[in-house]
């Protein structure tokens, strides 16, 4: 079983910048997928970015900001640099891994392996 642990949320103005960690107690098997999700109070959980086990990305299209997903294999941790924040990019921001097929990659329920969250916020 892996476990995820995020870090690196907090609080900043519009306009700051933040980059959120999560680390993996383990590597995965090969061909996995990593991906961002973020819920908002009142809203559902939404796909922010992915990467896959080849280092291929995808953003969802909510993501206005310039926003970049990486990951370093050899520390087992995924990355999301976020820039140019907005207030609507408030949430709490969760990183998880599992095998989902194509189509269903931005789903919640493709994915296995869960972190518990760190809290982004930024102000007006």
């Known amino acids: 079983q892996v476990q995820v642990v995020e870090s690196g949320g907090g609080s900043v103005e519009t306009g700051g910048s933040l980059r959120l960690s999560c680390v993996a107690s383990?590597?995965?098997?090969?061909?996995?997928?990593m991906v961002w999700f973020r819920q908002a109070p009142g809203k559902e959980r939404e796909g922010v970015a992915i990467?896959?086990?080849?280092?291929?990305?995808e953003y969802a299209d909510s993501v206005t900001g310039p926003f970049t997903v990486s990951q370093d294999n050899a520390k087992k941790t995924l990355y999301l640099q976020m820039n140019s924040l907005k207030p609507e990019d408030t949430a709490m921001y969760y990183c998880a891994g599992g095998y989902p097929s194509y189509e269903n990659r931005f789903r919640t329920n493709s994915y296995t392996y869960w972190g518990k969250g760190t809290q982004v916020t930024v102000s007006s």
């Open positions: 990467i896959d086990s080849d280092g291929r990305t």
């Open positions: 383990a590597h995965m098997d090969r061909s996995y997928v």
